[in-house]
């Protein structure tokens, strides 16, 4: 039994044994209904949470966010009748009324006090996080997104991405406290030519240790110049520079990472398909621009957008760049 029906099924089976389960001595309440390859139903004990019930059933508190995101609701009661998802139910983030969007955030520089737009006030950061983490979103590693974009894996339906571009020192200080505190990751894009340059850049050895902690490290060329041809660039002279751009970093970073990133994001966001093509042709699997646009699962993968976040914006603002959901009628 799979699919709507059998779930009419397991949802009716469940209702007449809540009725018969009302008039039942607490000690003989069913805790699970019934099973199908699909779905789970079951009813809340005493002292139960989604991340409990996630436990037991699917044996990771982690996919609580299934149960959330299936029933509609982000805690239960004693008694509460439950459907658990076994599998995920809609891998394309496709549904009758409209299709799931994952916004990709990115951020540059992070100060004590905010300077031009693209230096952010410390506690502005930490507002937007805790934000994040209040209003529910679960923010996802890229690993995550590009699976999605494959159809390997279902997301949370509020789901996040968090970006940091260039590799500043900052990041360090300012950002790294607040995200492993709130349990969240982030993914570093920086330029090879700017690791280890100054006081204000990360050098290899901080990337190498963030890497290990969880904040992967993903390419944004050798120099950070628009890699776009030219005009007047014949095709031997575009080889070549993408040569030094695209295939220099990844040999970089596998001499001193040990492993080479498979993600680049696009300098200023600028890509045609020119570009793309050599992003492609240099092993990259996903590619990020600047665009103020939430991705579905069917974003081209060398071309997923990413919403900069300045650092004058307002709660409500920044709110704007969070949106999960496009609705559409389809027919």
């Known amino acids: 039994m799979s699919g709507a029906r059998g779930l009419r099924s397991l949802v009716l089976t469940g209702a007449a044994l809540a009725l018969t389960a009302c008039a039942l001595p607490a000690a003989w309440?069913?805790?699970?209904?019934?099973?199908?390859?699909?779905?789970?139903?079951?009813?809340?004990?005493?002292?139960?949470?989604?991340?409990?019930?996630?436990?037991?059933?699917?044996?990771?508190?982690?996919?609580?966010?299934?149960?959330?995101?299936?029933?509609?609701?982000?805690?239960?009661?004693?008694?509460?009748?439950?459907?658990?998802?076994?599998?995920?139910?809609?891998?394309?983030?496709?549904?009758?009324?409209?299709?799931?969007?994952?916004?990709?955030?990115?951020?540059?520089?992070?100060?004590?006090?905010?300077?031009?737009?693209?230096?952010?006030?410390?506690?502005?950061?930490?507002?937007?996080?805790?934000?994040?983490?209040?209003?529910?979103?679960?923010?996802?590693?890229?690993?995550?997104?590009?699976?999605?974009?494959?159809?390997?894996?279902?997301?949370?339906?509020?789901?996040?991405?968090?970006?940091?571009?260039?590799?500043?020192?900052?990041?360090?200080?300012?950002?790294?406290?607040?995200?492993?505190?709130?349990?969240?990751?982030?993914?570093?894009?920086?330029?090879?030519?700017?690791?280890?340059?100054?006081?204000?850049?990360?050098?290899?050895?901080?990337?190498?240790?963030?890497?290990?902690?969880?904040f992967p490290i993903g390419a944004h060329s050798k120099t950070h110049n628009d890699l776009r041809r030219h005009s007047g660039e014949s095709d031997e002279e575009f080889a070549r520079r993408m040569q030094v751009e695209l295939a220099e970093p990844l040999a970089l970073f596998e001499r001193r990472l040990g492993q080479a990133p498979q993600v680049i994001a696009y300098p200023y966001g600028a890509h045609d398909d020119a570009l793309v093509k050599k992003v492609r042709e240099h092993g990259y699997i996903a590619a990020f621009s600047v665009r103020r646009e939430g991705n579905a699962s069917f974003v081209p993968p060398l071309r997923i957008h990413r919403s900069q976040i300045y650092s004058e914006m307002t709660i409500e603002e920044f709110a704007k760049s969070l949106d999960v959901f496009q609705k559409e009628a389809f027919q």
């Open 29 to 214: 309440q069913p805790r699970e209904v019934f099973k199908s390859d699909d779905f789970i139903v079951t009813f809340a004990r005493e002292g139960d949470t989604v991340q409990s019930l996630a436990d037991r059933f699917l044996g990771d508190p982690g996919k609580a966010w299934m149960i959330e995101d299936y029933n509609g609701l982000s805690r239960v009661a004693p008694g509460q009748e439950v459907v658990i998802p076994k599998k995920p139910w809609s891998p394309s983030g496709v549904y009758a009324n409209g299709y799931q969007l994952v916004p990709v955030l990115v951020y540059h520089n992070i100060g004590p006090q905010a300077k031009g737009r693209l230096v952010m006030a410390a506690r502005t950061f930490k507002q937007q996080m805790r934000y994040l983490k209040a209003h529910g979103y679960r923010v996802i590693s890229l690993d995550d997104l590009v699976d999605y974009t494959e159809l390997n894996r279902q997301l949370p339906r509020r789901s996040v991405v968090l970006t940091f571009d260039d590799g500043y020192k900052s990041f360090l200080q300012y950002a790294y406290p607040i995200l492993k505190e709130l349990g969240f990751t982030a993914t570093l894009f920086v330029y090879t030519d700017y690791v280890g340059n100054g006081r204000n850049a990360l050098n290899w050895d901080d990337l190498k240790s963030l890497a290990k902690q969880g």
